[in-house]
């Protein structure tokens, strides 16, 4: 009897569904085809919405009800992401956080709604995290630990954290891989690939190939934890000299390419106000301590954090003396700053100080954006156009609260600009604005956006880069001492000003209790 090719054909596939159904523990979602088909499906309803809903039809003349129809598309699609980044764990989270995190540079519906996943990401079973301590570390939990708390203290993108002792009686935190994020990684990363490719073909206007170049490119370094350990000793190294900074030690005989254990580090989230209040730590030095590691990274070493959310940093009391302390968490990802990034941008920094839009433009071009310099200005500082090219600076305008509802209110115009701005510039500057926006949002959460501690310590950090790199291009005692009083002088007028805030943030309580 002869079988028909068909037959064949169909018997063959039930074979290769059963044997991926199998592979994935009867798991329908975790098989490749499925995960693919998901996004796939995502990716076409959000084109659609957009091309149908908002772009093919006749616009209102009313202009509020055309906010009200981009901001109800924005809220559709951010919806959909959420879904699919649920659904498929693993790298879509990550995309999602990455997403979440650029702030005042995305519409305000994506960020809220992404913004979830930076600390309720869906977790693993424990049966799983036990399985691959074991296969990683080649025993039994029990052998290792004297106790191993089941519920884990936190779950992200790519592994999850618990609460554990060592024999020793350390108290250690141990994080683990979910089990089905190394096997999904190539699959996801180039379904990403093809859907923003599809992307860029409906939308011409909007660049995301960044988004899935960076993903492909960072994420095998994201999924060593060896490499994160060794990024935490060399961070810990390079600030030593901050004693209010802990880099939790890594216990590198329990430690292995899916599971790292470190020190255990106690405390609140960095923008956690009730807790801060609770504990009687002040906001103020919290924002200052916050704005000082990230200059220090940037413009010092230029090794820098590349995952700034504030659940990557810790607060709390140190227990030895008391005293306020940063703990810096999750190390998978770093970006090394070239010196010349390190120059352009810090004279970037100087010109928006100063209200030098000659010198905004120029630099802005070195950096790659052309002549979209003052929409890069805004989305470096987050502060209004007008208020940057204003007489005064934005050293001395204020952020008011009408200027930054305005900014999350049109950022959503300029999406095709401000994703042609992404796609352009050095791939470190997309981790610069993702650190901007961490500051200010640990700044708005904390209540201290009037103090500007974070930029006046980023204006202090830039200048001295600045007119340390001029003054090695001297080659006269003049040209060496000129750079140096300017450098003095541009010093001493933002510590000035730094004083002129701290004044107006004593006396305007009093005033408004006597008038």
């Known amino acids: 009897m002869r079988i028909k090719p068909r037959w064949l054909i169909l018997g063959a596939s039930a074979a290769a569904v059963t044997y991926s159904l199998a592979d994935n523990k009867w798991n ?49 699609s951010a919806e959909r992401l959420l879904d699919l980044a649920k659904a498929n764990k693993g790298v879509f989270i990550k995309v999602g956080q990455h997403l979440g995190a650029l702030d005042y540079l995305l519409p305000p519906e994506y960020i809220e709604t992404l913004r979830v996943l930076h600390s309720h990401a869906p977790s693993s079973p424990l049966q799983d995290v036990l399985q691959v301590i074991k296969e990683d570390l080649q025993n039994d939990t029990d ?17 999850q954290v618990y609460k554990a002792e060592l024999k020793t009686g350390e108290i250690v935190a141990v994080k683990v891989q979910h089990r089905d994020v190394l096997p999904h990684s190539t699959v996801d990363i180039k379904t990403m690939e093809v859907l923003t490719q599809i992307a860029a073909w409906i939308f011409p206007d909007f660049k995301l190939l960044w988004l899935a170049e960076e993903t ?101 009391k140190r227990p030895r003396d008391n005293e306020v302390e940063l703990c810096l968490l999750d190390h998978g990802l770093y970006t090394t700053l070239s010196d010349e990034f390190r120059y352009s941008y810090s004279q970037l920094w100087l010109s928006i100080i100063n209200s030098d839009v000659d010198g905004i433009k120029k630099h802005s071009i070195d950096l790659g954006v052309g002549e979209m310099y003052g929409l890069f200005a805004c989305m470096v500082t987050g502060r ?16 008011t ?115």
């Open 28 to 76: 329908v979602n975790a098989i490749g085809i499925v995960r693919f088909g998901r996004a796939a499906y995502t990716a076409a309803a959000i084109s659609a919405d957009y091309k149908f809903r908002v772009y093919g039809r006749q616009m209102p003349d009313d202009p509020e009800e055309v906010k009200y129809l981009w901001s109800s598309a924005h809220r559709r």
């Open 143 to 159: 052998k290792i630990f004297k106790k191993f708390d089941p519920e884990p203290l936190g779950a992200a993108s790519l592994a």
């Open 216 to 316: 492909k490119r960072n994420l095998p370094n994201e999924l060593n934890f060896i490499h994160e350990g060794q990024n935490a000793d060399r961070v810990r190294s390079l600030t030593a000299d901050c004693d209010w900074l802990m880099v939790p030690k890594i216990y590198w005989e329990f430690s292995a390419k899916r599971v790292l254990t470190m020190e255990f580090c106690e405390g609140g989230q960095i923008n956690d106000l009730k807790y801060l209040d609770e504990h009687n730590i002040n906001t103020k030095e919290v924002c200052e301590k916050l704005g000082l590691l990230y200059a220090d990274m940037i413009f010092n070493h230029g090794f820098v954090h590349c995952d700034p959310h504030p659940g990557n940093i810790i607060i709390r």
């Open 384 to 399: 209004s156009w007008e208020s940057i090219a204003s007489k005064d600076g934005i050293t001395k305008v204020k952020l």
């Open 401 to 515: 609260k009408d200027e930054e509802n305005a900014i999350r209110k049109n950022v959503g115009s300029y999406l095709p600009q401000i994703s042609d701005i992404l796609a352009r510039v050095p791939k470190p500057m997309i981790l610069i604005f993702k650190t901007n926006d961490l500051i200010r949002g640990v700044e708005a959460a904390l209540k201290n956006q009037k103090s500007m501690y974070s930029f006046m310590t980023m204006s202090k950090f830039c200048t001295r880069a600045v007119y340390k790199e001029r003054r090695k291009k001297c080659d006269t005692y003049y040209c060496y001492f000129k750079y140096k009083l300017i450098e003095t002088m541009t010093l001493a007028k933002i510590s000035l000003f730094q004083l002129f805030l701290w004044l107006r943030t004593v006396i305007d309580p009093v005033l408004s209790i006597v008038l």
